[in-house]
């Protein structure tokens, strides 16, 4: 009795099996290259376990989150995930932003038939894994046609791109932002790629100046698109330079300083959207943290709450009818807008573009689907 009040006290040998308790599962980033990811996701699934048990828990029960570091390393994700099933037995699992990552995790969600919702995973094939895997954000097709859009929309007709090759997430965006892009006039004057980790651009980066492109699309996350931008400038390129969603993260700026101002992004959130939802996250988040949250802090909290919603409706944390009850999300009410799973586990919702000005990420539009 005492355990189930005062439970996180309690000293239990299998905790895994202790009936007071509902365990989730955590999968993230939380040191290595996109250490940023990890953290911000961390927090924001962090924010939503304490809410939910403040309010007294989920089905009468207290949750336990349980939280893998996978480094931001191949390999490791399958690894931990692996280890996380078979010590924790959590309900379901939480993880990751990063696609490749998401990957590599998904197939042992599938075959032990654990929910696992990706908050930020946007490369398409992450879902087609399996039945057992959700995300709440929206996928790279349509992501890759906003920043083609986008360009064309502002007269840049002539792209280049620069792509990290070891990341599918990157390479899915390049695929599908080549797609619209190529369709609706555009034309790709230089492909180029480059590896996550590598420091130097330099011979890509020239190589597309001599294409003369209007605007240079970097396909891959903050660490390297930050040092591109650095890059690019010594070289004297000024066009600007646009990426996805995997720039999001104060690191970007705080390796390329200057040079990234006046490059865009597109995003599944922005700080300075004045809907209730986003303010009131803003303030709690603000309040707990003593930051400003980015898209994956707001996407996990949404990813977490978003499971919570889905246990009620069950009435159980059965695998099944768990299952059965994340998939038929409607209208759910998140911070990063309403969500409605589709049929393949996906989430149909807008993106924005953002600008770096003054080192601040700042709004510029919304693109519905
Ligand atoms: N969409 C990226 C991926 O799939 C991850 C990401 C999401 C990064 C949101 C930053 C913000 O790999």
């Known amino acids: 009795m005492l355990c189930g009040l005062f439970f996180s006290g309690c000293k239990k040998k299998d905790s895994a099996g202790n009936p007071d308790e509902i365990v989730i599962g955590e999968f993230a980033s939380l040191t290595g290259a996109t250490a940023s990811f990890g953290q911000s996701a961390h927090k924001g699934v962090r924010m939503a376990v304490d809410e939910a048990n403040a309010n007294g828990g989920v089905l009468g029960k207290k949750l336990r989150l349980v939280t893998e570091d996978d480094q931001s390393k191949a390999g490791e994700a399958a690894t931990v995930v692996r280890r996380m099933i078979s010590r924790e037995k ?31 995973s946007t490369n398409p094939k992450v879902t087609e894994t ?11 097709p349509f992501q890759g046609a906003v920043l083609a859009k986008f360009m064309l929309q502002r007269g840049w007709k002539n792209a280049a791109i620069l792509t990290d090759v070891k990341q599918d997430y990157a390479v899915g965006l390049t695929d599908f932002f080549k797609d619209y892009f190529t369709k609706n006039g555009g034309t790709i004057v230089s492909e180029q790629s480059y590896s996550s980790g590598d420091k130097d651009f330099k011979a890509q980066l020239t190589s597309i100046r001599s294409t003369n492109p209007e605007a240079i699309l970097v396909a891959g996350y903050y660490n390297e698109a930050g040092l591109i931008a650095s890059q690019a400038r010594e070289l004297d390129i000024k066009v600007p330079l646009l990426g996805g969603d995997g720039w999001d993260s104060p690191s970007l ?67 099944a009818a768990l299952r059965d009850a994340i998939a038929s999300t409607s209208g759910f009410p998140a ?35």
């Open 335 to 369: 911070v990063t807008g309403n969500i409605t799973l589709d049929a393949n586990r996906n989430a149909s919702k807008s993106a924005v573009i953002l600008q770096i000005q003054n080192g601040k990420f700042r709004f510029v539009e919304t693109v519905a689907p």
């Open 130 to 140: 399996g039945d057992y895997i959700f995300r709440v954000c929206f996928i790279d």
């Open 90 to 120: 959590p309900v379901a699992i939480i993880g990751e932003v990063a696609s490749s990552r998401s990957l590599e995790a998904a197939p042992i969600c599938q075959q032990n038939k654990i929910p696992m919702i990706s908050p930020a």
């Open 253 to 319: 700026v705080e390796v390329a300083g200057d040079a990234m101002e006046g490059n865009f992004f597109s995003n599944h959130f922005s700080a300075e959207d004045k809907s209730p939802a986003v303010q009131d996250f803003l303030a709690k988040y603000k309040a707990k943290y003593l930051e400003s949250p980015d898209a994956m802090s707001a996407l996990a909290y949404d990813a977490t709450m978003l499971l919570f919603d889905a246990m009620k409706r069950a009435g159980t944390t059965d695998s």
